[in-house]
Each structure stands twice: as C-alpha cells, then as structure tokens.
C-alpha cells in the first residue's frame, strides 16, 4: 500500500514562506493525482493544489498566485512552496494521492501543523 509522510509545516509570520514534502512510499501506478488538502478548525477539508499525472495542475482560488505545487519523479515526493502566507492559511495540511483509474483509492498522510501569525 502506499505510504504519505509529510514535513516542512511550522510557524510563519504573514508573508513568510513555506516548502511542503511529501514523500510517498510504495509503487503507484496509473492515472493519480498527488497534491494537498488542507482543514482548518471548523471548517471542511478543501482542496490546495495537485498534480495530475496527465499533467493537469490545479489551484484552490484562495492560493492561485501564492502557492506552486511541483513533482520530483525520481524522488516520488510532490512539493507544495507557499509564499505571502497569510492568517487564513493556517490548517492542518494532507497529502494527498487520488488514484484515477483501476480500483480507485486513496491515501492520506498523517497531516503536518501551518499556523501563520505575528
């Protein structure tokens, strides 16, 4: 099965920056997409950014501009670089793997803390 583990979250004042990793284990095959979720107290679980393997990228409005989501292939880890953070973006951030095709699944990682504030 495959495993997620994600880093890089942490404490940021406003406008401060941020890189996400997520490194996944296990052989993923198919169509998938790979990105980000995101939940913040109170609030529903949505959508960041992620990466098809067709080469599709999508972008929550909210982000659009601020954050780039990129693929190490070699590497099978996928990269979420957050720029001109801002308080709102404070969530608890999840990887993400949606496999597109066959049985489709998907996977989660355990989570990772952004909290953004002065």
């Known amino acids: 099965q495959v495993q997620l583990v994600e880093s890089g979250g942490g404490l940021v004042q406003p406008g401060g920056s941020l890189r996400l990793s997520c490194a996944a284990s296990?052989?993923?095959?198919?169509?998938?997409?790979m990105g980000w979720y995101r939940q913040a107290p109170g609030k529903q679980r949505e959508l960041v950014a992620r990466?098809?393997?067709?080469?599709?990228?999508n972008y929550a409005d909210s982000v659009k501009g601020r954050f780039a989501i990129s693929r190490d292939n070699a590497k099978n880890t996928v990269y979420l670089q957050m720029n001109s953070l801002k308080p709102e973006d404070t969530a608890v951030y999840y990887c993400?793997?949606?496999?597109?095709?066959?049985?489709?699944?998907?996977?989660w990682g355990q989570g990772t803390q952004v909290t953004v504030s002065s």
């Open positions: 993400n793997v949606h496999i597109l095709s066959g049985n489709s699944a998907a996977y």
């Open positions: 296990g052989t993923i095959f198919g169509v998938y997409a």
């Open positions: 990466i098809i393997t067709d080469g599709t990228i």
